[in-house]
T-cell receptor, first 114, second 110 residues
């Protein structure tokens, strides 16, 4: 089992609220990622980080922001949630060296914005 | 055009059947290829890498056709536990980001 944890697993929140999705891994991985996945759709990369104080936007534009102050922690924040942000958010990590294409995913955070 | 395209299915097959999925990719510079498995409402997990010469892992066989830019996954002797969505994944170079297809859903019935 991968040691990568996401909280909360489920969140229902009203429009305009600020939310932070937490992601932590205990594997010492340098690389961390946030993907967004709608039902029946592909995973879209929205943010990634290759190390502390390094963050980049992914292929899909997102109003969320991320930070990487510690290796093990990669939180995602939405300053003002909207119904269009309703989705599943998956955090993943991989070691600095090529791990043969293996990403280790958390169980996901399912966000519903009313 | 999507970078990775898959038939979404579902493929409904009886136990013991052989089933094959194909996936096409648009970027000829892609170098690495993988199949991930995602169970319903779960996170994706790496199933197997795809090597140029083709490779097998138990009942699973993966093949790559660079000329036609497609990847295939063959599952022999399907089990009920094989029911899942199979994601085709490509990467342009080592260390680069992964690009996921939408997945092909497989339902194995008794």
């Amino acid at each position: 089992e991968a040691d990568i944890y996401q909280t909360p697993r489920y969140l229902v929140i009203g429009t305009g609220k600020k939310i932070t999705l937490e992601c932590s891994q205990t594997m010492g991985h340098d690389k961390m990622y946030w993907y967004q996945q709608d039902p029946g759709m592909e995973l879209h990369l929205i943010h990634y980080s290759y190390g502390v104080n390094s963050t980049e936007k992914g292929d899909l534009s997102s109003e969320s922001t991320v930070s990487r102050i510690r290796t093990e922690h990669f939180p995602l924040t939405l300053e003002s949630a909207r119904p269009s942000h309703t989705s599943q958010y998956l955090c993943a990590s991989s070691p600095r060296q090529d791990s043969g294409g293996e990403l280790f995913f958390g169980e996901g955070s399912r966000l519903t914005v009313l | 055009r999507k970078e990775v395209e898959q038939d979404p299915g579902p493929f409904n097959v009886p136990e013991g059947a052989t089933v094959a999925f194909n996936c096409t990719y648009s970027n000829s510079a892609s170098q690495s290829f993988f199949w991930y498995r995602q169970d319903c409402r779960k996170e994706p997990k790496l199933l197997m890498s795809v090597y140029s010469s083709g490779n097998e892992d138990g009942r699973f066989t993966a093949q790559l056709n660079r000329a036609s830019q497609y990847i295939s996954l063959l599952i022999r002797d399907s089990k009920l536990s094989d029911s899942a969505t199979y994601l085709c994944v490509v990467r342009r170079s080592s260390g680069d980001k992964l690009t996921f297809g939408t997945g092909t859903r497989l339902a194995v019935r008794p």
